[in-house]
């Protein structure tokens, strides 16, 4: 399993797995929690790259990020590896 610490979101944590370059298990510590298991469910067994495009540079409100944007950040380094 991994764990992100995120930036600028309620969320303080992303955890997720990452299995032959899919994502399972996706888990947010904090936020809203219907949104954010919402999302889980979504992209539970999308492929990593797929789920890091979709979600890269939403936003939430006022802020320059959301929960989405910082999986996608999360998922990206991992990609970059």
């Known amino acids: 399993m991994y764990s992100y610490k995120t930036s600028g979101t309620c969320a ?3 955890n997720y797995d990452i299995i032959d370059g899919k994502i ?6 904090s936020g809203c929690p219907g949104n954010l ?8 067994g999308m492929p ?3 789920v890091a495009a979709k ?5 939430c409100g006022n802020r320059s ?11 990206e380094q ?3 590896k």
């Open 65 to 75: 990020t959301s929960c989405g944007d910082q999986l996608a950040q999360a998922l």
């Open 12 to 14: 303080q944590q992303i």
């Open 24 to 29: 399972h298990n996706v888990s947010f510590v």
């Open 37 to 44: 298991k919402a999302i889980g469910i979504l992209i539970e």
């Open 78 to 80: 991992h990609i970059n």
């Open 48 to 50: 990593v790259e797929e």
């Open 55 to 59: 979600l890269r540079g939403i936003r």
